[in-house]
């Protein structure tokens, strides 16, 4: 599978900016797709996952109530919907993918578990 990210830019604090991944190479009802950004000078970290066959999303704790993860099957692409965003939401978004060989595996916020991984789009918000 192979991930292309785009979206990414300069905003302010306050506004919303939506991500995208278009994912292909593959089907996908057997993948997890996550969204993973890592902030200048800091570990990766995992922000939010879906999993492609039924649209089950996850999030970290830091995002959960801003942010969206969304899968458009007719599009093959993944959204990350993110509003009010701080300063602290600055870093470099990736998009990444987990095969599971069962369609209905649990899922993960743990970045060492994708291990497909797209381009990055830098976010930076100002204050």
């Known amino acids: 599978v192979q991930l292309q990210a785009s979206g990414g830019g300069l905003v302010q604090a306050g506004d919303s900016l939506r991500l995208s991944c278009a994912v292909s190479g593959s089907t996908f009802n057997h993948y997890h797709m996550g969204w993973i950004r890592q902030a200048p000078g800091k570990e990766r970290e995992f922000v939010a996952g879906i999993r492609w066959y039924d649209g089950n999303t996850n999030y970290a704790d830091s995002v959960k109530g801003r942010f969206t993860i969304s899968r458009d099957s007719t599009k093959n692409t993944v959204y990350l919907q993110m509003n009010n965003l701080t300063p602290d939401d600055t870093a470099v978004y990736y998009c990444?993918?987990?095969?599971?060989?069962?369609?209905?595996?649990?899922?993960?916020?743990?970045?060492?578990?994708?291990?497909?991984w797209g381009q990055g789009t830098l976010v930076t918000v100002s204050s």
């Open positions: 990444a993918a987990r095969f599971r060989s069962s369609m209905r595996a649990s899922m993960s916020r743990d970045v060492y578990d994708y291990n497909k």
